[in-house]
């Protein structure tokens, strides 16, 4: 299914009011519905033109979408089935809580737990990734794999075990491809946090660092991450300008080169789904694929997880193709299911799994496809996060809960790769 083929009108932007964040994007009085499209995709794309919405999710049989407050009443009368998700998004915003002060060290030099209590501005999370490999020099270092389109730095760590860097396959993580899903820059770091304060006691910890080499970009998506904090809490793409479009951004996450441009992706520059007009010219993404053939040449990559919200799905490759299936699929899906089943241990919180394009929807041009195919990971993931009716808003106290499920299953996971 495809995104729908809608975009703002140009007086809801003129309108927006400054929040709390500083930000000129206000969503107050817009309310969340999800849309049960009941087969009728291109009735429903008819029925919202002329309205201001934005479309915040999606999967085979139901569309999640905010509409603005003086739209309300035009949306109620649609003779589709909804069910509201949120009365107010800007209130579900301004519940997330303000962006956190930057925590203190403990004793071993590492940023307290704290840091999962808030979210952060972009500077503060570029601090805590040097405070941590800081607190583990003889097993991390920084590494910057090339620039966004505004010049910041893709940047991580990259950690290792007993026999020393660069000596066994990766594992690859990718955060916050998607500006607005602040959630996933703060799993994996949760993820890098438990690594480094549990490699010096944790068998289980030692195992899999003496096992893998870990490449790790909580944010590969700066630009787009620091205008959701300071302009559009929403925002999605990247911020490339481009010839000839007032249009704004790329979807990185669609402008890689396996499967492009294909279903699942536009060649609309307003669209969400942007894919670029060639494979690799949002730079971010040609930054990461040429990290991918580094680290694909040198010890080959094991697993890749490219880490977005919100559904609670596995998605395994393919995204560009639903009839199409890795060979190792079925032991792929066994993994998966085991996986969940770790994850929804602590909290209950359930995950489905399968090819992404058969349990999410068809999205072409993606990372983990890419991985797949071009790379050849064994393992090409995308893990889509918690969901709850605050959608990619989720409140600051569930940044904890978040992490601690996904522990679980990656502990499964990486020992039975």
């Known amino acids: 299914m495809k995104f729908l083929s809608i975009v703002w009108l140009a007086s809801i932007s003129n309108a927006f009011a400054r929040t709390s964040r500083n930000a ?25 033109k002329g309205l201001s919405i934005i479309e915040l999710n999606h999967n085979d049989a139901t569309v999640d979408v ?24 800007g209130a579900d915003i301004a519940a ?18 704290s840091w999962f209590d808030s979210y952060h501005a972009y500077e503060d999370h570029i ?45 690859f993580f990718n ?7 602040w959630i996933t820059s703060k799993v994996v770091e949760y993820l890098l946090y438990q690594i480094v304060t549990g490699y010096e006691n944790d068998t289980v910890i030692q195992a899999v660092l003496n096992n893998y080499d870990f490449y790790v970009l909580p944010v590969v998506n700066p630009d787009g991450f620091v205008y959701s904090q300071t302009s559009n809490r929403l925002w999605r793409k990247n911020r490339q300008t481009r010839d000839n479009t007032t249009a704004i951004g790329t979807d990185i996450n669609r402008n890689w080169s396996v499967g492009f441009g294909g279903d699942g992706s536009s060649s609309n520059p307003s ?10 010219d949002a730079p971010e993404t040609a930054a ?27 998605l395994l490759s393919y995204g560009y193709s639903c009839d199409t299936f890795p060979p190792n699929y079925d032991r792929q899906v066994a993994l998966a299911g085991e996986t969940a089943a770790r994850i929804a241990q602590p909290y209950n919180t359930t995950f489905d799994y399968g090819s992404g394009c058969l349990v999410l929807y068809q999205s072409s041009g993606n990372g983990r496809d890419y991985m797949t195919d ?19 808003v989720l409140p600051a106290d569930q940044i904890l809960p978040s992490g601690i499920e996904i522990w679980e299953g990656m502990k499964y996971l990486w020992a039975n790769l």
């Open 127 to 171: 601090q805590y990734w040097s405070d941590l490999q800081a607190s583990f020099p003889n097993n991390s270092e920084l590494i910057q794999v090339g620039p966004s389109f505004e010049g910041r730095q893709i940047q991580g760590i990259h950690l290792w075990g007993s026999s020393g860097k660069d000596s066994k396959p990766a594992i």
């Open 24 to 48: 000129s994007a206000s969503f107050d009085g817009f309310k969340v519905y999800r849309v049960n499209t009941s087969g009728r995709i291109n009735e429903l794309n008819s029925a919202l």
């Open 66 to 89: 905010a509409i603005s407050p003086e739209h309300l009443e035009a949306f109620d009368t649609l003779n589709f089935t909804t069910t509201e998700l949120s009365q107010d998004l």
């Open 288 to 314: 990461l694929m040429a990290y991918a053939q580094t680290l694909a040449g040198d010890k080959g990559i094991k697993l890749y997880i490219d880490w977005h919200s919100y559904a609670q799905v596995i």
């Open 175 to 181: 955060g916050n491809v998607h500006a607005r899903e």
């Open 374 to 392: 071009a790379a050849g990971a064994e393992f090409g993931w995308g893990i889509e996060l918690r969901s709850t009716p605050y959608g990619f």
């Open 271 to 280: 669209s969400e789904t942007f894919s670029g007009y060639q494979p690799g």
């Open 96 to 113: 997330e809580g303000p962006l956190g002060s930057y925590p203190g060290l403990d004793e071993n030099g590492v940023p307290s737990i």
